[in-house]
């Protein structure tokens, strides 16, 4: 089951590959007072999530001017994320995390336990270490980064945000 929206989020503390290479622990408690953007991919050395990771890595810096941190994760080993790195995906800018227990990803609700990898969650958490945004779909068809900057905003708004809304935008006003 999904984690829902507006209480907790799972927490979690895993092994990842760091952006220069080496491999780290990194826990949501670390995150405090940040906004996350905590999001699961299928499957290393697959056709989809190469495009996605590569699109997060891309658009870093966006995220960076909203204050948010990218992790990025998967039942993979950390070593399977150094070798995809070094190879055809290449350098990334935030940190890949390896669950292979499967746990966090059945925390977070997207584990497809007969399958032993995860479905494409994206996850918003606020500096409370809330969860604000959930998603979850189908492995053929990949998220659009610009729509999760998008939420993200309207998120850090603390407004109501009609439909379509972009940043710079007129909200509603406070709900």
Known sequence: MMPRIGKPAPAFSLEGLAPDGSFKTYSLADYKGKWVVFFFYPLDFT???PTEIQAFSSQLDE???LGAEVLGCSTDSCFSHKAWTEGKLGVLRY???SDLARAV???YGVLIP???HTLRGTFIIDPEGNLRYALAHDNNVGRSVPEILRALSALQTGELCPVNWKPGEATLGKG
């Open 95 to 97: 940190p890949l995390l």
């Open 63 to 65: 995220f960076t001017k």
């Open 47 to 49: 056709f989809v999530c």
């Open 105 to 107: 990803s059945a925390s």
């Open 114 to 116: 007969e399958k032993g």
